[in-house]
């Protein structure tokens, strides 16, 4: 018996025995030997079911809601992108509800533009002032000098501003997303004839082969593919999926490969040649799906002539041995499937690798099977949302925009090499539609403030992490915490002060009614049945998520596709003075920066580097070594287009000619937990390479680095090195 | 003899193959549990608050190395060394097998946080606030616990308690998977599983029964509820 169980058995004994002469039972006593749960007052709460907004993946949440507050916001276990899980900005939500910064209410400026002084004023006074702007531009004729910019658009919320710019007779709309997979959707049309994005059967693979995919944490569908892979790993009874990364960063998908291939970065495509060449020679390719695809072994192999193993081995500086090892794995461990990801496609030669990784897949027989790669996983999307950018800034350049209504935080997220912010500045009359006080809507002339994501109406169609039409539901689930106006029930709004065609082609009288207008085609095209309790039951389970269909849309290697040839990578910034490369990618907190204002993701350790509230620079040891740069010092990033003054990390998981920024901090405003933190690498960034189409190629800048100081003020929650007692623990 | 024992003893099964180090549970116990916001010079200090942590390890060096997560919160030992040291019985163990923390009996002598082999006791050296209306998104279900208070991870037990008081409303058990601590919950990749040691059939029971399995300083003799299932492979990085 133990020493506690004795001293219990033995108190209980004596108290019995005293309370034994005035009560037979001994209930009473119980309560103070289980002592009370440290104030716990179990109280009923309600849930509502919603939708999340902080990234593209638009998964399905659910929130706790107790006393009219918002409390913890969950998955939604009946939606089909994340089945009851979600990530950690998902969760911090609720933190843009409440978040002490928030614009309480209609802002004028009274300073000069960027100092952040403005007047507070009534919606009234506000919306006259949009619509008095607007009119003018209809009095002078110039009703195509307002632009629209916002993040890309679905369902009735691209319904309305189309159909806003319509009735209006502007056609500049910007629909800007650093991070769009728009060159995904582009490389399928070249290759399989629609523009949609593929669907990854990750959790029944046995075999998973990412080039720079990181699909943990910000590519496609995270929380998605986050499940998916923990299924790969352990669902299966005698099956442990594999998995090989190929990326010269060991990003925080790579830390959980069996095997990280750090390949020179832009040799990536040169590498999928060089396995696919290894496969046809070797014939280990699925001779079946390379006729149903009307392709020829003899003629790639022509066309492969070029990537012998010597050559591909030099060029992405990884072992012969290494490479025939995984084309061999790859190729014998079926269903296996290739992903590819951002860190791949922002090079100079992405579009063209993107094509070669998805042509090793079909080699493999990996198309439309479980466990492979289902080419239709969504419906099309947008593909030239960067090039499209470009006419936009030339325009505002040179006068041609009056009106700038923005929503979302493009100040930011828009590398200024390509002219955007110069731009702006020169545009007499700005909008922001933002919940805090961020760097656009400092730029702004007028703030309308927008309600946060759990006090909204809308309609989140997940980009991708599905093969059927989910269409997600946002609810409001609390009142209005500010004096704030949803952004369609603005654009609404202005559309009626506009009056004539504009309020005729807008009839609707609030986002609501449309939403529920455009759902209801959508379900009921007939029109025929009661809508209302289905409107009802859409809202309770959280969005329509029809059941997978039995018909899978056929894809074929197009015949008129040209063979994928990525040429050698090209960088802005010669090689002698710039020596490394740079990589920027999404902080698995911040996305591209719309996280950095919540503090439970700021003070959130990053997983890599345990560095809190902070940017940094991820340098190799041995680089950092010879330039006498030790962790934690003061360093400066020096690119063709900028400098920036970061604390250095050293990163053992990178190439040696590889430096990587996290993006998402170094924000001018955003309220008091992102303001004035960290440093965006995106400054650093060349807007286009030189001899290439203009593409988001955010991974073709080279930079330098110099020690400035040892005064980094670098924050780490563990040990900047690791912790040497892994040895101990045994894992 | 009857009213002393629990039917459940809630136990956690984490497993290292499918963790991906994502920080999802972080967040998730920060939000249910009221933990509090730390600025960049506390956290600095050490004196950060969090119940639960993911300690990352680099193994090796270029090219040949590997990362690996742990997650690491309250181990709820049977034997805790915890509990003995606090001179207020702030630290004490429930029937179910729980290490729980009275705070208002807590006169802060950080006597259980120094004690605690496994660094998961957190201690409020500040009186930490949420500026409003932040305040607003605190659980009703939990104090919010002031300056000179220890604190520490509770496996949700405001969620157990809740589960237990319907489950006895209805004359059964709890059924397995009904309740799940935050982070548990939110896992994308389902690493963390939860549920009663005490019932043979329940998933976190049959887990904790794999070949694969281990427990954090298993040799110190404490006799965590918390098992982990090493992560496989990884031979070639």
């Known amino acids: 018996m133990k020493r506690r169980t004795f001293l219990q058995l033995g108190g209980m004994t004596a108290a019995g025995a005293l309370l034994a002469g005035c009560q037979a039972e001994n209930e009473k006593l119980i309560p103070f030997l289980i002592p009370p749960d440290e104030g716990v007052t179990p109280g009923r709460a309600v849930y509502y079911a919603s939708a999340c907004r902080a990234c593209p993946a638009g998964c399905g949440i659910l929130v706790r809601v107790a006393e009219g507050r918002a409390k913890k916001i969950e998955g939604n276990p009946l939606h089909p992108v994340n089945r009851g899980k979600l990530c950690a900005r998902g969760q911090a939500l609720v933190q843009e509800l409440y978040h002490p910064d928030r614009i309480r209410q209609p802002l004028k400026r009274s300073g000069p533009r960027g100092t952040g002084t403005f007047t507070p004023i009534t919606w009234d006074e506000g919306l006259s002032l949009l619509a008095g702007r607007l009119k003018a531009l209809q009095r002078d004729r110039e009703s195509d000098r307002l632009a629209l910019l916002t993040p890309p658009l679905q369902g009735a919320m691209a319904e309305l501003a189309a159909g806003f710019l319509r009735a209006f007779g502007s056609p500049q709309h910007g629909t800007f997303e650093l991070l769009a997979p728009d060159w995904l959707r582009t490389a399928q049309r070249q290759c399989f004839g629609a523009a949609t994005l593929p669907w990854y059967d990750v959790a029944e693979t046995r075999y998973l082969l990412s080039f720079g995919a990181d699909f943990v944490e910000a590519h496609l569908s995270p929380v998605h593919y986050g499940h998916a892979f923990g299924r790969m790993r352990q669902h299966r009874d005698t099956v442990r999926g594999h998995f090989t990364y190929v990326g010269g960063r060991m990003s925080l998908t790579g830390a959980s490969a069996d095997r990280w291939l750090p390949a020179r970065p832009g040799s990536e495509g040169t590498l999928a040649l060089g396995l696919a060449r290894l496969l046809l020679d070797a014939e280990w390719h699925d001779a079946a799906a390379l006729a149903a695809h009307g392709l020829q072994r003899d003629e790639m192999l022509r066309h492969l002539a070029g990537y012998d193993l010597d050559r591909v081995a030099e060029e992405t500086g990884l072992p012969a041995a290494a490479i025939a090892e995984v084309a061999r794995e790859f190729a014998s461990t079926r269903p296996s499937l ?364 080279r930079v330098r680095l110099t020690r400035v100081s040892a005064q980094g003020e670098l924050v780490t929650a563990g040990h900047p090195q690791g912790s040497y007692r892994s040895d101990l623990l045994g894992i | 003899m009857g009213k002393l024992t629990s039917p459940y003893r809630w136990g956690m099964v984490i497993d290292l193959d499918r963790c991906t180090g994502c920080g999802a549970c972080v967040v998730a116990c920060q939000a249910e549990n009221n933990v509090a916001l730390c600025d960049k010079q506390q956290i600095g200090e050490g004196r950060g608050m969090h119940w639960l942590r993911i300690e990352r390890f680099w193994v090796g060096t270029y090219p040949d190395v590997r990362v690996r997560f742990l997650p690491v919160l309250c181990q709820h030992c049977h034997d805790a060394p915890c509990e003995p040291v606090c001179p207020v019985y702030a630290s004490y163990h429930n029937p179910d097998g729980l290490n729980g923390q009275v705070y208002n009996r807590c006169v802060g002598t950080r006597y259980c946080g120094n004690n605690c082999p496994y660094a998961v006791r957190v201690f409020n050296f500040y009186q930490h606030e949420w500026p409003p209306p932040l305040a607003d998104q605190l659980s009703p279900d939990i104090t919010v616990r002031s300056r000179g208070v220890m604190e520490k991870c509770s496996f949700c037990i405001q969620r157990i308690r809740r589960a237990k008081e319907e489950a006895t409303g209805e004359g059964r058990l709890v059924r397995d998977g009904e309740v799940q601590p935050a982070c548990a919950q939110t896992c994308p990749a389902e690493a963390l599983v939860f549920g009663n040691l005490a019932d043979p059939h329940s998933r976190v029971a049959r887990l904790a029964r794999s070949p694969r399995r281990f427990q954090l300083l298993e040799q110190l003799g404490t006799h965590p509820s918390v098992y982990y299932l090493k992560g496989g492979g990884r031979e070639h990085v």
């Open chain 1, 338 to 701: 290739a992903m590819v990801g951002e860190a791949v496609a922002f090079q100079s030669n992405g579009p063209e690798a993107v094509r070669a990784i998805l042509l090793l897949n079909l080699l493999a027989g990996n198309l439309d099977r479980p466990g492979g790669v289902y080419p239709a996983g969504g419906g099309p999307g947008p593909e030239q949302t960067f090039s499209e950018l470009f006419p936009l800034i030339a325009k505002m350049r040179d006068g041609g925009i009056k009106v700038a209504l923005i929503q979302g935080n493009p100040v930011h997220a828009i590398p200024p090499a390509t002219g955007f912010q110069a731009a702006l500045a020169g545009v007499p009359f700005i909008v922001s539609c933002a919940t805090l006080l961020d760097d656009t809507a400092l730029e702004a002339d007028l703030i309308l403030p927008d309600h946060a994501a759990l006090e909204s109406w809308g309609e989140v169609i997940p980009q991708a992490g599905g093969r059927a039409g989910v269409v997600g539901l946002m609810q409001p689930v609390v009142t209005p915490v500010c004096d704030s106006r949803p952004f369609p029930d603005l654009l609404l709004a202005t559309a009626q002060e506009l009056g004539g065609k504009v309020a005729a082609a807008m009839p609707y009288p609030s986002y609501l009614e449309l939403l529920k207008a455009v759902t209801r085609r959508r379900l009921d095209p007939a029109g025929g049945s009661d809508f209302a309790p289905v409107w009802a039951n859409l809202l309770r389970q959280g969005g329509d998520f029809p059941p997978l269909g039995d018909s899978v849309p056929d894809y074929r290697w197009r015949s008129d596709a040209a063979f994928p040839a990525p040429a050698r990578a090209r960088f802005a910034g010669a090689e002698q003075e710039f020596p490394l490369h740079l990589q920027v990618y999404p902080a698995s907190a911040f996305y591209d920066g719309r996280g950095a204002p919540f503090p439970w993701l700021q003070q959130l350790p990053d997983p890599m580097t345990t560095v809190v509230w902070d940017s940094w620079v991820e340098i190799n040891p041995a680089t950092a070594a010879g330039l006498g740069i030790g962790h934690g010092d003061l360093v400066e990033v020096t690119s063709p287009q900028g400098a920036l003054r970061l604390p250095a990390v050293l990163y053992p998981g990178i190439r040696p000619d590889l430096v990587a920024i996290p993006l998402g901090q170094g924000q001018r405003g955003g309220g008091r937990y992102a303001q004035g933190r960290g440093g965006n690498p995106l400054t650093l960034l060349a807007a286009t390479v030189a001899g290439v189409a203009p593409q988001p190629a955010w991974h073709a800048t």
